[in-house]
């Protein structure tokens, strides 16, 4: 008896490939046979699951932040303090970088990139949608910061969208030079900085 394919394993097996391909060749010199390659499958199986390889781009960044959504909610169920949430927050993507999904990181700047250059891509990838979700994961932790008097009343969007935008500049800068710092304990020391200055305020 013929063994049952399963399809979505196998569907998660071509974006996890996907991924490392995109990451050692970049997206632009990627080709369908390389990730097919790599899958360990022939080229038109490739377009059993996919119509081309945008779509295959578009689905492994999706599939990308599946994996961070689900690692970071776990680690956040399990600790009560605000304040040890907004920390644990960033702390938790510096392990996954710097961990099993280091391939992950190489090509979070060609999603970037790929956004900023062709309004197409940005729709399809919904970085405005992206960046609205997490921010509102930071405005709910600062929201509860304030109910439980860890810090005075203040504007949370913005202090979202700050904490974002000091994690992800630190995160371009270890991609360029990953030798310039540790991107864990400069994530964890930016983070501690706004959590003081969250502390301190009247």
Request: net charge neutral; charged share 30%; with cysteine.
């Amino acid at each position: 008896m013929p063994k049952k394919i399963d399809k979505e394993e196998k569907k998660a097996n071509i974006l996890e490939a996907a991924i490392k391909v995109f990451s050692k060749k970049g997206v632009a010199n990627t080709k369908i046979s390389d990730i097919a390659e790599a899958a360990g499958i022939g080229k038109g199986t490739i377009y059993e699951y996919f119509r081309s390889k945008d779509e295959i781009f578009v689905e492994s960044f999706q599939f990308f932040l599946e994996k961070v959504d689900s690692i970071i909610s776990q680690r956040l169920y399990r600790i009560s303090d605000p304040m040890e949430k907004l920390l644990a927050y960033s702390s938790t993507w510096t392990e996954i970088f710097e961990g099993d999904y280091l391939e992950y990181a190489s090509i979070l700047l060609d999603f970037w990139a790929k956004s900023i250059r062709n309004k197409k891509e940005a729709i399809a990838l919904n970085l405005v949608k992206i960046y609205d979700e997490n921010r509102n994961i930071l405005k709910s932790l600062l929201e509860d910061c304030i109910t439980k008097e860890k810090t005075s009343s203040l504007d949370v969007k913005i202090a979202a969208s700050i904490l974002i935008a000091s994690l992800e500049g630190l995160f371009i800068q270890w991609i360029l030079d990953r030798s310039a710092f540790d991107f864990k304990e400069t994530a964890k020391l930016a983070t501690e900085i706004l959590i003081e200055w969250l502390k301190k305020r009247d």
